[in-house]
């Protein structure tokens, strides 16, 4: 289990929620060492709705792990514990998608725009670009 991987996950129901329940695609968002220390993970889920309004929180993802090109909505970030994942599917394999994606969650929780951004390499998927 690592940042930035796609996994089906059985999202819980939540009373008063928009979060959309049941089994759905997640991008992981928690970094490596968090994960390997920690029984939860921090997702973003993925929806296949691109007719919704795009806001500064939602990243665009076409990739070959998924069925159809899907919306990260970074706005709906969440934790998860770990049995909730039932199966990894892929990873988001293209730097600029992990660096929108990190850039939404930026936007989302109102980090420092002035942050210093840089590559940093992935032994796993190549570069990892942080922000």
């Not at 059985?10 to 049941?22: H, V």
């Not at 992990?98 to 390499?121: D, G, K, P």
């Amino acid at each position: 289990m690592k940042r930035s991987e796609i996994w089906m996950a059985d999202l819980p129901f939540l009373k008063e929620s928009t979060l959309k329940c049941g089994r759905r695609p997640v991008v992981i968002v928690s970094d490596d060492q968090s994960i390997e220390d920690n029984s939860c993970v921090s997702v973003v889920p993925l929806t296949k709705n691109l007719e919704s309004r795009q806001l500064p929180t939602h990243v665009l993802l076409c990739s070959r792990y998924l069925d159809y090109p899907s919306r990260a909505l970074c706005e709906q970030v969440t934790t998860l514990d770990k049995t909730r994942l039932v199966r990894c599917i892929g990873y988001v394999e293209d730097p600029f998608d992990r660096f929108a994606i990190n850039r939404a969650l930026s936007a989302q929780f109102h980090l420092a725009s002035t942050q210093m951004i840089y590559v940093q390499e992935d032994d796993n998927y190549g570069y990892y670009w942080n922000v």
